[in-house]
């Protein structure tokens, strides 16, 4: 029983941080807050996949997808991932689907710079 | 019951593993684990910063700062070309004088969005309270 917990817990550990998996660009001026659960996180990986949470969508269905989720948590603030590799256009066209929902202000993620610490 | 055999007097020796010390470890492992989880799922988001990107139109009146970025990776701001390096001082040196620390971004589609965001952080980084993105609609 405990070895079967631990098996679990073992194997799902990376699966979570993988999830999306990002390269996200390095900043050092950003403003930092704890991770409270609050967000809708869009992601748009190195490939140009866009990901709302952990579920792959098209471009089309991401205005969708976001107004749904902000249905049910009007509160809820809309985070970016773009990878670092990515063109501009591809956030820009992100950015502007969200906007045409109403999403006024959007949270750009990035990382620490190492060296900043 | 494994107890209840080896503990009786005069019997044979018990022959099973004592699982004691295994269920120790075990246990322990499965707490690290369980507490891990959570953290490393925290880190993935902490590091990262809030930025405001809107798209209001500008405002009538004082001339806002236009920031525009070429595929190249040349910036301008206002139309005169402007060296990364010496970027931050100039955006800081147009930011004194505007109450509002508004930036307009114009960035090329083909341009990197890593290096994108790199020009917003120096931006932030030189006194931007407000970062707008323009749109091309």
Redesign the interface.
Known sequence: MVLVLLIIFMVVTPMLSKGVNVDLPITQHHDKRGDDNRDIVVAITHLGQIYVGSTPVSLDRLAGAVTEERRHHPDKAIFLKGDTRIDYGQARRVMEALHRVGVEQIQLGTEEEASSR | MSFGASSGPGRRPSSEINVTPL?DI??V??IV??V??PV???Q????????????RPEPPGAAPLVLR?DREGNVSLSGEPVALPGLAARVAERLAHDRRKLVFFD????????H???V???C??AGAKTLG?V???
Request: proline share 2%.
């Open positions: 269920i075990v246990l492992l499965l684990f369980m891990m989880t490393m799922l925290k993935l988001v902490a590091a990262v910063p809030r930025k405001a990107v809107d798209e970025l960035i090329d589609d083909g341009a990197n969005y890593g994108a965001v790199k917003m952080d120096l932030k980084g993105i749109t091309r609609d």
